[in-house]
Structures are given as C-alpha cells and as structure tokens.
C-alpha cells in the first residue's frame, strides 16, 4: 500500500492577468552559475505548488498522427510563414520548392509583390527586373513595356540621354506593339530631342516620377495572376505568426500543467527544453510499498513519467502511478510464469514509455509491454550473457538496449528481434552500469575494475578510458547536451567530468558508499544539482557548481529510508525525486514550502 505524506494544500494557479503576460514569451540571457547553496535555496522559495500535475489529454499520438501528411504539410506552411515575416525570403523559396508544397504558392507571390512595390518606389530597376521575371503575370510583355517605360522617361528627365538611348534600341525596341497610345513608341524617340517630357503629345500630362511610380505599382496588382479574392481567402487560412502563437502556448501549457509555478512571472530563456520551475526536494511525499525483498533499481517510465518501474531481489518487477501510489503491475510474479528466476539489478523503459526492460541475476533481459490495463506481457527474454545482469539502457531511438554484466562485457540488442547486434569487451571485472550518451552513436560503461569506458557504437571499439577512481565504478550518468559525465565509486564519492578535457573538475563527497551495493547518482533539476544514494539510508543532494551538500532528504525524519539508499532520480515532467531502498520501498520527494531545509551548519 502507499503512505501519501500529510496532504498539502493546493495553491491556486497562476491568475489570469499573470498567465496573459506568458503570451510575450521574450529570450534571455542563461542566468550565471549560481555560487553557494543560500543561492539555490533562494531559487527553490520562489517555487509555489499548485496541485499535481493535470492527465487529461492523453497520448499525443492519439490527438494527432504526426506521420499523416495534412499534418505534415501545416508544419511546413508555418516554417514558410514565419521565414516570410522574418525576411528569409531565399530560405523560404528553398523550403517551399524542396518540400513541393504548393498549396502555399499565393504567399511566396505575396511576398513578391511587397518587394517589388517596395523596388518600383524607390526605383532600384536592376532589383526589379529579376523579381519580374519569376513573378506570373496576366500579360507580361506588356508590363515589362511599362515598365521599361517609366525607367526610360526618369533618365530622360535626369538628361541621362546616353542611358536612355540604350534602354529604347535594346528593351523598349523589341516590345514597341505593347505601348497604350497610337504613335507613343515614336514619341519615346522624340524625346531623345527635347528638352521637356511635356513636349512629346504622349506625354503632355507627365506627372512626374512619384506620380509615374504609384501607377506603376497599380499596374503591376492589376495584372497580378493571383485574384484579390485568392488573397483573402489565403489569409483566412492561417492566421499571422501561427508558429510564434503555438510555441507561446506551449509554454503556457508547461507552466500550467506543472507541479510547481513561480512565483514571478518567469522570461523563457530557451525554447530548446520544456520549462520548469526549479524545485529543490525538501520534503517526503509518498512510500510505495509491496516488494517483499530489497528494491535493487527504480526508473520513472518513459519521459512524461507518470508511472515508476522498480526492481527487488523478490526477482519481480512492478510499475507503480506516480500520484496515488497504486501498483499497476507485477511483473514476473510466479503466478503468472514468464518472470524471472533471480534478483532483478537494473529497469529501464523505452522513451515511450510503452515498453520496460528489466536485467536480472538469472543472466536474461526480458523486454515487457506494459501498455495494457491489465496483465503486462513479456515480449521477448535476451539470453547470451554468462552471469549476473547488473545494467540495462534503452536507446533513444527505443530500438536497442545496451546491457552489461559479470561476465566482463557489454551487449547491443535489437529489441524489435531479439538480436545480438555486438558484444563490447575490454574490462578487466564485471560491467556495474551502462548509458547511451545524448547523440546516441557512444556507449558508456561503468566497472568494477575502477575504470570508465568509451565505445563506438558502430565499430564497437573503446575510444576513451577514464581511471581515475579509487574505487569500484558503481554508476555512470551524462547530462542532456553530453559535456559532463557523473560517476560514482566505492571510494565514498561522486565525480563530476568534463568529457571536453577528459578530466574531473568536481568531487562530491559526504554519503556513504563502499560495500557490496550499487549505489548511484545522478543529475537533479536543471543540472545545477548533483542526486544521489547512500549506505546510510539518506538521500544526498550536492550543489554542482561548489560541491556542497544542500540537503539530506531522510535526516531525523520518522520518513527516511530504513536501510541502504541504492539509487535517486529525478524527473523534470513530474518535478519528484524518487528513491530505492534496501527496506523495500520506494519513496519520492517534493518540494514543499512549508517544510525547513536542512541548515548548513549540519554538515
């Protein structure tokens, strides 16, 4: 059963006023790293909880098909659109022909037309002519004779007679039948002899070049092949800056639909990552419960991580809800047969969150679909390692899984077959933890030989050995743009590496961790915290810029955890830390304002 924490009031949303200045969503520069822990501290008291996160919209993909080509083709339409009003006309024009959507054609021609009106009134006549040509005209001859027209009778005015000359033999010459008024090719010719416009019977009512130019411009919308009425309807069928109004209610919706909102009104700094209001974990939450043996592993499900995968030494797996605790699943449970035969050391879950892998002491990996209501089904057991299965990891593609064991090696499968794709060797003892770094293409592994290993993931070669640890390697994690590397050892510490310079820059040290476990670490929200268990039972969480401790989550706490703390996580979409622990439970942990931190002088 789950023992929710004392409830905790919720806060209203943001008001009406505050979410409507959300829609002038402007950039920012990256706030500086922040130094000392009463900074961070600062940042999470400007968190306000505003009730658990809301469910109701489902699976994206059951809203829209992003493969279906109506889709497709609107992305592509607002690329266009806001290209457009950013003035990348070329990019625009590239996109559009590459993409063959033609259905867009009337605002690359209206565009043509702004710029073309913009070229008639200031008279650049080079510019011009290029546009001309790939805009399409009613009777095009009989604009360009216009507009050849006008150019000639401007040099005639300025006494530019050697230009004008030139113009009339090889431009106006050959499209001598186009001109309006009997005889006015003639009088062209005539003027090349007078001294005033107005002495040529065609141009007696000359007005004069802004006058000329306006009439031109008028003109040229005449003759436009592309009807007024297409033009209305072309506005009707997206409204102005679509892409711009959609990534500003995104926006919206993540501030909404979080856990926690600021305080303030916040300035986005970057659209290429979800935002999220920094919440430092203070308080417990909730106990999951109902593992009979010790809980080796936990792993929220997928990225939204509304559920939680854990694995015990009671060689089951089980899926939990995040919010109200409940077990959704048991997988492997001898009941229903397929399970595992021994303790389960490691889960993880396709980025879907449809699928869990689960690695286990009996040498298997067995992949299980969890997307029914009911009974999970186990798709497929990965046999091929000799000896305990100590760590599992999905690709981000979700069609491969890295593993890695006692037998001293690593092993790429393909889980849509069951294949073994290659097997990665070179550590001296067995392979404690194994990622993907972010790009997908290096395999990094963790060992009890001390080192930490680099592989390419098509050659399977190791191109990059760190050593330095003390101890053995119990975990490996990298942050989102692949710069850092966090490691932990049986040496009583974590260590922070710039992957740049192949070298740590950051030890972290306080907890516990130099027995017979895996005890691991991790990132915590937005980097700038370092996550992590301890033999002590406590969850550690580090500034990662100075290296201090900021809270031990379980310190004199009737809520901490009874035994070992094998492993911390966070998740971003939840805004919840949970935990793994030796006493058999699983707990996550919040931010809750009411709740005090842990002072300084206790370390």
Request: glycine residues 8%; charged residues 25%; aromatic residues 8%.
């Amino acid at each position: 059963m789950a023992q929710p924490a004392g409830g905790h009031p919720k806060q209203p949303a943001l008001q009406q006023n505050e979410i409507s200045l959300l829609s002038d969503v402007e950039s920012s520069t990256s706030p500086q790293n922040n130094k000392g822990s009463g900074v961070l501290r600062e940042r999470a008291q400007e968190a306000l909880y505003a009730g658990t996160p809301r469910r109701i919209i489902g699976n994206d993909d059951a809203i829209f098909d992003h493969n279906n080509h109506k889709i497709k083709e609107d992305i592509i339409k607002m690329i266009i659109q806001y290209l457009q009003d950013e003035g990348y006309f070329a990019s625009m024009m590239t996109i559009q022909d590459e993409a063959n959507v033609r259905v867009n054609e009337h605002l690359r021609h209206r565009s043509q037309f702004k710029r073309i009106k913009t070229a008639i009134m200031d008279g650049e006549w080079s510019e011009m002519e290029k546009l001309i040509q790939k805009t399409p005209l009613k009777d095009h001859q009989h604009f360009l004779y216009n507009f050849y027209k006008q150019q000639y009778l401007e040099l005639i005015e300025q006494m530019e007679y050697q230009k004008a000359f030139a113009l009339l033999t090889k431009r106006l010459k050959p499209l001598e039948q186009m001109g309006s008024l009997h005889n006015e090719f003639k009088d062209l010719c005539y003027l090349l002899t007078c001294k005033c416009i107005h002495d040529a019977p065609s141009f007696k009512n000359w007005e004069g070049v802004a006058a000329s130019r306006e009439k031109l411009v008028e003109q040229f919308s005449s003759m436009l092949e592309i009807e007024s009425n297409d033009l209305a309807v072309a506005r009707q069928e997206m409204q102005q800056h679509r892409l711009l109004h959609l990534l500003k209610q995104a926006v919206r919706y993540q501030i909404e639909f979080s856990r926690y909102h600021p305080k303030v009104v916040p300035i986005v700094p970057t659209l290429l990552e979800d935002y999220s209001c920094f919440v430092l974990p203070n308080a417990h939450r909730t106990t999951f419960r109902g593992h009979r043996s010790n809980v080796k592993c936990v792993d929220f499900v997928g990225e939204e991580g509304s559920m939680l995968v854990s694995g015990s030494s009671d060689n089951t797996v089980r899926v939990w809800d995040v919010e109200d605790g409940r077990c959704l699943h048991v997988l492997g449970d001898g009941d229903t047969g397929g399970g595992h035969t021994s303790r389960i050391w490691d889960v993880t879950s396709s980025t879907s969150g449809d699928l869990v892998v689960s690695a286990s002491g009996d040498a298997t990996v067995k992949v299980w679909d969890i997307r029914g209501t009911t009974d999970a089904a186990c798709l497929m057991t990965l046999s091929g390692h000799e000896g305990d299965v100590y760590s599992a990891k999905y690709h981000q593609s979700s069609n491969y899984v890295v593993t890695g064991g006692y037998d001293k090696t690593l092993r790429l499968w393909d889980v849509r077959t069951g294949t073994l794709l290659r097997t990665f060797s070179g550590h001296k003892s067995s392979v404690s933890r194994v990622i993907f770094n972010p790009l997908g293409n290096l395999v990094i592994s963790g060992s009890k030989d001390s080192t930490i290993k680099f592989w390419d993931l098509v050659s399977g070669v190791c191109v990059k050995t760190y050593s330095s640890h003390l101890g053995e390697v119990t975990s490996v994690e990298m942050n989102k743009d692949g710069s850092l590397l966090l490691s932990g050892s049986k040496d009583n510490s974590n260590r922070l590496w710039d992957v740049r310079v192949a070298r740590p820059i950051k030890r972290f040290k306080g907890h516990q961790n130099t027995s017979k476990n895996f005890v691991r670490a991790g990132f915590g929200p937005d980097e700038s915290l370092i996550v992590g268990g301890s033999e002590d039972g406590l969850i550690y969480i580090w500034d990662a810029t100075t290296g201090e401790v900021l809270q031990r989550l379980g310190s004199n706490s009737p809520d901490s955890h009874e035994d070992i703390a094998y492993r911390a996580i966070w998740n971003a979409h939840q805004s919840l830390l949970v935990s793994c622990s030796h006493d058999c439970t699983l707990k996550t942990w919040w931010y809750d304002e009411k709740h005090p931190f842990d002072q300084e002088d206790d370390f």
